[in-house]
């Protein structure tokens, strides 16, 4: 029997049984010989006159059309994603609405912040519970470090816009993003190469087959190279200063790079680049291995390896306030310790700004050498555990995991899948937080984690209800250290903390049919979670008689907690279709995030459990196709109840000792006193009156529950007008408000940082059919549009306008050999914006640090099918 034969029997049953694989996303086009199969369906005729074609997605935990599917869901393949010059996880937020997904600040290292309807988390550490909820391929993906995209050969990508906690559970409050890879074909061998070059020395290699070992098994393997320079120089600072004539400047701070010989060989044309911040430098590896004996059984394992050697996070020195920085002895005293005889006083001020955005002059290392004592420094006392420290340049992270599928379809229309995962994370970051070649705070972290996660899902169908049912289970052993060298703080401290969190649930969704057109769903989860914390922070207390590391008497935070809660969540929504290709929806869903803790507590009086959060999100929305399916449109409009919102605010309370008594000062300094304009509870340290006891003073985090209100609406549009041109458009508008916000005063921020209340993207493209050239040529563009965002709740001027980006691609295809040739460019008008700022003067540092966005870059693939 030819495969054309297999297929044509097998496919009416997978329709009928669900069994349609993730990998089948007809996005692009419907299979030829499937189609002259039997009489076409009205969608089928629509397709091949050039109608958009149907989106499978498993949105519902079941395969469904993405146009008959009741929630907000962005379906993109990966296809589309290069088309639109889109290359990794932090991109997808340019074409998704309400989305906003970033590279982190580098002090969270190699990863990504995840908001939806402005709904997240940007902080990696372990303690944190993610508002966003990653699946690859169904599996929990809890730590969104690194470039996700890499680590598997994908064929689509589904975000779930507003609380899945009936479907996906764990970390769903915002939404969910489940990436999908293609699966291995039964009835085909095929293989490719793809070859990348392009700016910053860009080199990407990425190989991959596709091998049908028997008529029931087969195996795929997909392999890649990514190496790219930074955009960001790292500068030697005294060679800098010699090249521009100023050599002053740098007192006795030394060159980083021994062969620049302390600058005495640096000519005014020299290239003073001692590194490169923002490189790449991954491999990965990729395979999997299918099994069905039947329509009705099959087994997928896959496993998968990254290893990434790039390097940090690109960011700069953007302000500086001098006086704050001379007000504090420790780190004044140890910048003017480079002071040159008879010279100007070394200082931290606007000399280690570059003015060029993309250069620092940040080392990740201590010029002082260990045991070193610095007049007038209390940090640099003569121990040998003090200065001399570097830390790495480069972040390495190792990423790998297996898992397994399984799906038995035990009855007509009753299937069984079970899911089983394991991944293990293991990364370093460290972060240069002055940006400048002299330590003012200087912080590195180690984290480890193992991830075990289970599914168990049973679904059916009637002709009056779809359902699907199941259990889930999720347990972890993370472990990150800490080390800090503050100067500016006086402090060194080493946190070795330990994480177990362990998920259970349960979970029943049904979708009624009652009546014709109308739909009902129906979603219960019961979910019983907790982490236990093994916390481990202390201080170094060692002097310069010291032979061995000595805690601090003060300062070291010692505990173990379990936050815990127990959740039913729940899901009522309804659905009608007003026409054969339209429908109407709406909904009321809740979701909730794991209570939390203080985790930068700085000595045991700070030691805080804080409450979970949760929400209650309804939505209308609309999905219709026109015109002979050549427009498509959905809409949806949604309010979000943040019924607990927990927010943190920054103050200070009294130093305590080992006894828990306040330590005083040698002479009045400061009382602790409740601030009126704080409000509840929190404190911060005023002068206190004369004569008057004072004593020491200590940062502090509050944690306040500010419940919020959350509004707005998303448009999504797909266009073929004619055959061969294509158009999409998006827009995402949402709003914030809570009464922690609304209190401030009128010329300050009430927003949200690091959130745009808008963004907006349009792409179009042409395909030029090229007899003479033996294939065709498509242009495309794309407009993305990120609306304005803010970064501090005071300082407005550095409120960030709203900024447009545009990429340009030109992809030849030759049909008669399957090889294709593009060029691209990213930032076409090399439009430049900042990622993000850090305003470390909020938290009373003098300095303020931005991460820049990347420039124009242009870049050449030629990809070889076989």
Same mark, same amino acid.
């Given at each position: 029997?030819?495969?054309?034969?297999?297929?044509?029997?097998?496919?009416?049953?997978?329709?009928?049984?669900?069994?349609?694989?993730?990998?089948?996303?007809?996005?692009?086009?419907?299979?030829?010989?499937?189609?002259?199969?039997?009489?076409?369906?009205?969608?089928?005729?629509?397709?091949?006159?050039?109608?958009?074609?149907?989106?499978?997605?498993?949105?519902?935990?079941?395969?469904?059309?993405?146009?008959?599917?009741?929630?907000?869901?962005?379906?993109?393949?990966?296809?589309?994603?290069?088309?639109?010059?889109?290359?990794?996880?932090?991109?997808?937020?340019?074409?998704?609405?309400?989305?906003?997904?970033?590279?982190?600040?580098?002090?969270?290292?190699?990863?990504?912040?995840?908001?939806?309807?402005?709904?997240?988390?940007?902080?990696? @550490?372990?303690?944190?519970?993610?508002?966003?909820?990653?699946?690859?391929?169904?599996?929990?993906?809890?730590?969104?470090?690194?470039?996700?995209?890499?680590?598997?050969?994908?064929? /689509?990508?589904?975000?779930?816009?507003?609380?899945?906690?009936?479907?996906?559970?764990?970390?769903?409050?915002?939404?969910?993003?489940?990436?999908?890879?293609?699966?291995?074909?039964?009835?085909?061998?095929?293989?490719?190469?793809?070859?990348?070059?392009?700016?910053?020395?860009?080199?990407?290699?990425?190989?991959?087959?596709?091998?049908?070992?028997?008529?029931?098994?087969?195996?795929?393997?997909?392999?890649?190279?990514?190496?790219?320079?930074?955009?960001?120089?790292?500068?030697?600072?005294?060679?800098?200063?010699?090249?521009?004539? /100023?050599?002053?400047?740098?007192?006795?701070?030394?060159?980083?790079?021994?062969?620049?010989?302390?600058?005495?060989?640096?000519?005014?044309?020299?290239?003073?680049?001692?590194?490169?911040?923002?490189?790449?430098?991954?491999?990965?590896?990729?395979?999997?291995?299918?099994?069905?004996?039947?329509?009705?059984?099959?087994?997928?394992?896959?496993?998968?390896?990254?290893?990434?050697?790039?390097?940090?996070?690109?960011?700069?020195?953007?302000? #500086?306030?001098?006086?704050?920085?001379?007000?504090?002895?420790?780190?004044?005293?140890?910048?003017?310790?480079?002071?040159?005889?008879?010279?100007?006083?070394?200082?931290?001020?606007?000399?280690? #700004?570059?003015?060029?955005?993309?250069?620092?002059?940040?080392?990740?290392?201590?010029?002082?050498?260990?045991?070193?004592?610095?007049?007038?420094?209390?940090?640099?006392?003569?121990?040998?555990?003090?200065?001399?420290?570097?830390?790495?340049?480069?972040?390495?992270?190792?990423?790998?995991?297996?898992?397994?599928?399984?799906?038995?379809?035990?009855?007509?229309?009753?299937?069984?899948?079970?899911?089983?995962?394991?991944?293990?994370?293991?990364?370093?970051? @460290?972060?240069?937080?002055?940006?400048?070649?002299?330590?003012?705070?200087?912080?590195?972290?180690?984290?480890?984690?193992?991830?075990?996660?289970?599914?168990?899902?049973?679904?059916?169908?009637?002709?009056?209800?779809?359902?699907?049912?199941?259990?889930?289970?999720?347990?972890?052993?993370?472990?990150?250290?800490?080390?800090?060298?503050?100067?500016?703080?006086?402090?060194?401290?080493?946190?070795?903390?330990?994480?177990?969190?362990?998920?259970?649930?349960?979970?029943?969704?049904?979708?009624? /049919?009652?009546?014709?057109?109308?739909?009902?769903?129906?979603?219960?989860?019961?979910?019983?979670?907790?982490?236990?914390?093994?916390?481990?922070?202390?201080?170094?207390?060692?002097?310069?008689? @010291?032979?061995?590391?000595?805690?601090?008497?003060?300062? @070291?935070? #010692?505990?173990?907690?379990?936050?815990?809660?127990?959740?039913?969540?729940?899901?009522?929504?309804?659905?009608?279709?007003?026409?054969?290709?339209?429908?109407?929806?709406?909904?009321?869903?809740?979701?909730?995030?794991?209570?939390?803790?203080?985790?930068?507590?700085?000595?045991?009086?700070?030691?805080?459990?804080?409450?979970?959060?949760?929400?209650?999100?309804?939505?209308?929305?609309?999905?219709?196709?026109?015109?002979?399916?050549?427009?498509?449109?959905?809409?949806?409009?949604?309010?979000?109840?943040?019924?607990?919102?927990?927010?943190?605010?920054?103050?200070?309370?009294?130093?305590?000792?080992?006894?828990?008594?306040?330590?005083?000062?040698?002479?009045?300094?400061?009382?602790?006193?409740?601030?009126?304009?704080?409000?509840?509870?929190?404190?911060?340290?005023?002068?206190?009156?004369?004569?008057?006891?004072?004593?020491?003073?200590?940062?502090?985090?509050?944690?306040?529950?500010?419940?919020?209100?959350?509004?707005?609406?998303?448009?999504?549009?797909?266009?073929?007008?004619?055959?061969?041109?294509?158009?999409?458009?998006?827009?995402?508008?949402?709003?914030?408000?809570?009464?922690?916000?609304?209190?401030?005063?009128?010329?300050?921020?009430?927003?949200?940082?690091?959130?745009?209340?808008?963004?907006?993207?349009?792409?179009?493209?042409?395909?030029?059919?090229?007899?003479?050239?033996?294939?065709?040529?498509?242009?495309?563009?794309?407009?993305?549009?990120?609306?304005?965002?803010?970064?501090?709740?005071?300082?407005?001027?550095?409120?960030?306008?709203?900024?447009?980006?545009?990429?340009?691609?030109?992809?030849?295809?030759?049909?008669? /050999?399957?090889?294709?040739?593009?060029?691209?460019?990213?930032?076409?008008?090399?439009?430049?914006?900042?990622?993000?700022?850090? #305003?470390?003067?909020?938290?009373?540092?003098?300095?303020?640090?931005?991460?820049?966005?990347?420039?124009?870059?242009?870049?050449?693939?030629?990809?070889?099918?076989?």
């Amino acid at each position: 029997m030819s495969d054309s034969n297999i297929l044509r029997q097998i496919w009416p049953l997978a329709r009928r049984r669900a069994l349609i694989p993730t990998s089948a996303l007809a996005l692009l086009a419907a299979s030829p010989a499937l189609a002259q199969e039997g009489p076409a369906t009205p969608a089928e005729a629509d397709e091949a006159q050039g109608g958009l074609a149907d989106i499978v997605v498993t949105a519902t935990r079941r395969a469904t059309n993405l146009q008959d599917t009741p929630l907000a869901v962005t379906a993109v393949t990966a296809d589309a994603l290069v088309q639109q010059g889109l290359t990794n996880a932090a991109d997808l937020s340019r074409i998704i609405p309400n989305a906003s997904f970033k590279r982190v600040q580098g002090a969270f290292g190699n990863g990504m912040s995840a908001f939806i309807r402005g709904i997240g988390q940007s902080d990696t @550490s372990l303690a944190n519970e993610p508002g966003v909820a990653f699946y690859v391929d169904d599996v929990y993906y809890p730590l969104v470090f690194g470039s996700m995209f890499d680590l598997l050969d994908l064929d /689509h990508v589904e975000v779930l816009r507003g609380p899945q906690g009936t479907l996906f559970g764990r970390n769903a409050l915002a939404g969910a993003v489940n990436l999908v890879s293609r699966k291995p074909s039964l009835t085909e061998a095929t293989a490719f190469g793809e070859v990348t070059v392009g700016s910053y020395r860009r080199r990407d290699f990425r190989f991959g087959f596709n091998l049908p070992i028997s008529e029931t098994m087969a195996f795929s393997i997909t392999a890649m190279s990514k190496e790219r320079d930074g955009y960001q120089r790292q500068l030697d600072f005294r060679c800098e200063m010699t090249k521009i004539g /100023h050599p002053e400047f740098a007192g006795r701070i030394p060159t980083f790079d021994p062969n620049i010989l302390n600058g005495s060989n640096v000519t005014p044309t020299q290239d003073c680049t001692i590194g490169r911040l923002g490189s790449e430098d991954m491999r990965a590896m990729r395979g999997q291995f299918l099994w069905e004996p039947t329509p009705d059984l099959s087994l997928t394992l896959s496993a998968d390896y990254m290893k990434d050697r790039s390097t940090a996070t690109p960011d700069t020195l953007i302000a #500086i306030n001098p006086t704050l920085a001379a007000n504090n002895a420790s780190s004044r005293n140890a910048f003017a310790w480079f002071t040159q005889p008879g010279g100007p006083t070394v200082a931290f001020d606007n000399r280690f #700004i570059t003015g060029n955005p993309y250069s620092t002059y940040a080392t990740f290392a201590d010029p002082i050498a260990a045991g070193t004592v610095v007049p007038g420094s209390p940090f640099y006392n003569g121990s040998p555990f003090r200065g001399g420290a570097r830390n790495p340049l480069v972040n390495p992270l190792t990423n790998w995991g297996v898992s397994g599928k399984l799906f038995y379809g035990v009855a007509k229309d009753i299937d069984l899948t079970l899911i089983v995962g394991y991944r293990k994370v293991e990364t370093l970051f @460290s972060f240069d937080v002055d940006g400048s070649p002299v330590v003012l705070e200087n912080n590195r972290n180690d984290v480890v984690q193992d991830d075990y996660s289970g599914e168990f899902r049973v679904s059916g169908k009637l002709d009056w209800v779809d359902w699907v049912a199941g259990l889930f289970y999720y347990e972890a052993d993370g472990n990150q250290r800490f080390t800090g060298t503050s100067v500016y703080n006086n402090t060194m401290r080493f946190q070795n903390n330990k994480y177990y969190p362990k998920s259970k649930a349960a979970f029943v969704n049904l979708n009624l /049919h009652p009546i014709e057109n109308l739909g009902i769903t129906l979603g219960g989860r019961y979910s019983d979670d907790e982490k236990f914390v093994d916390f481990y922070s202390v201080l170094d207390g060692t002097t310069a008689a @010291s032979t061995v590391f000595t805690a601090a008497p003060t300062g @070291s935070t #010692i505990f173990t907690i379990n936050l815990a809660d127990k959740r039913f969540d729940w899901k009522l929504g309804f659905d009608y279709q007003l026409g054969d290709r339209t429908m109407v929806y709406g909904s009321a869903a809740t979701g909730f995030r794991l209570p939390g803790f203080n985790a930068r507590a700085l000595q045991p009086s700070q030691v805080v459990q804080y409450p979970g959060e949760e929400i209650i999100t309804y939505e209308l929305g609309l999905k219709t196709d026109l015109f002979d399916r050549r427009l498509r449109l959905n809409a949806a409009a949604f309010y979000t109840d943040y019924k607990s919102r927990i927010s943190s605010t920054t103050g200070q309370e009294y130093r305590l000792d080992g006894n828990g008594n306040r330590i005083p000062l040698a002479a009045p300094a400061g009382q602790v006193q409740v601030d009126s304009t704080a409000g509840q509870g929190t404190t911060v340290c005023q002068p206190a009156p004369v004569g008057v006891q004072g004593y020491e003073c200590i940062g502090r985090t509050f944690f306040i529950n500010t419940p919020g209100k959350v509004k707005g609406f998303e448009v999504e549009m797909q266009a073929n007008p004619v055959d061969a041109l294509s158009f999409n458009a998006s827009i995402g508008y949402a709003k914030f408000t809570a009464p922690d916000l609304d209190a401030r005063p009128a010329n300050n921020n009430k927003r949200l940082a690091n959130l745009p209340e808008w963004n907006v993207n349009a792409g179009v493209q042409y395909e030029i059919d090229a007899p003479a050239i033996g294939g065709s040529v498509t242009p495309r563009l794309d407009w993305f549009y990120t609306g304005s965002m803010i970064y501090s709740p005071t300082r407005l001027e550095w409120n960030q306008p709203g900024y447009s980006i545009v990429n340009a691609r030109l992809t030849y295809q030759n049909s008669d /050999h399957d090889f294709s040739i593009a060029a691209g460019v990213t930032n076409l008008f090399n439009q430049f914006y900042w990622i993000n700022f850090f #305003i470390y003067q909020d938290l009373g540092y003098p300095q303020i640090n931005g991460q820049p966005s990347a420039p124009r870059q242009w870049s050449l693939t030629v990809r070889k099918e076989f």
